[in-house]
């Protein structure tokens, strides 16, 4: 029950990093790109580590007990690849526009969405709200790859829910320029951007009422082998491109080398 309260706790907190982004938004006119940079690398080398190194041999583990050795490393590389196929799916289906995984500063979302041609309210809340629809699809199975991990090994769930909060907090800040513009009211702004960061947590509960209930090792397995795709595909497509895009010092390798280090003490220490 512990780890059940500890996992949705962490699907929220990771949700909720929207709202943050928002904030920041509001406040503030440029974006320190070097520290963005340097954080999305952190978040990419987190994601990486703990996906590669723990996530997916967990993964093998269980499948080899319970299907053999051959055939459960061939369902681990299936379930892995699946949940990468799983994660670009969604991105595809989502315009370009408005995908989450095209992070963005604030100054980006000034020039695309406030130039002189599109300055009007009607096409800044439609930006807004297409846009918060596309977070809340894109978190919704992120919130179960954070549940599912943190009901089973904690400090992966922690470190999980680090990495994806870093990510969201620019996709806040893509939700709430737009709307904020188009209505000049900040806590409508805040509330539509806080609230597409609920399907995190939705996500876990749909992961603790359906899959909890048919969980052995196969299912473990398999689901774990997904995430740690769905992890290794988002830090590719997204954090490392948008890490490098707003590098100046070479503060993206540092952050991933950081996070990395982060992640592997955080495990020797945990484990």
């Known amino acids: ?29 440029r974006t320190n790109k ?56 969604i991105d595809k289906v989502i315009p370009k526009k ?34 918060a629809l596309a977070i809340g699809i894109h978190n919704f199975p992120e919130g179960i790859a954070t549940f599912m991990s943190a009901i089973h090994d904690p400090s992966v769930g922690i470190a999980i829910a680090i990495a994806i909060a870093i990510h969201n907090i620019p996709e806040g ?18 509330k539509l951007s806080f609230f597409s960061g609920l399907t995190e947590p939705i996500g876990a509960l749909v992961a603790f009422l359906i899959l909890m209930p048919f969980l052995n090792d196969i299912m473990f397995g398999i689901i774990f082998a997904a995430v740690a795709g769905i992890m290794v595909f988002i830090s590719l497509d997204e954090l490392l491109p948008a890490a490098k895009k707003y590098d100046e010092t070479h503060s993206s390798i540092y952050g991933v080398v950081v996070g990395m280090a982060v992640m592997a003490i955080s495990l020797i220490l945990l484990s």
């Open 34 to 89: 070097k520290f963005l940079s340097a954080a999305l690398g952190f978040s990419a080398g987190v994601m990486i580590y703990v996906s590669l190194i723990e996530i997916f041999f967990k993964a093998k583990d269980a499948l080899t007990v319970a299907l053999g050795e051959s055939k459960g490393y061939w369902m681990t590389v299936i379930g892995f690849f699946g949940g990468m196929l799983f994660i670009a799916m």
């Open 98 to 131: 408005t995908n989450p995984h095209e992070v963005k500063t604030v100054e980006d979302v000034m020039q695309a969405e406030l130039s002189p041609k599109e300055l009007d309210e009607a096409n800044l809340m439609k930006v807004g709200i297409f846009t």
């Open 1 to 29: 029950m512990s780890n059940i309260i500890l996992a949705f706790s962490l699907t929220l907190f990771a949700g909720l990093a929207t709202g943050l982004g928002a904030l920041i938004a509001f406040f503030t006119e």
């Open 173 to 190: 800040i893509a939700v709430a320029i737009p709307i904020f513009y188009a209505t000049g009211k900040r806590k409508k702004a805040f």
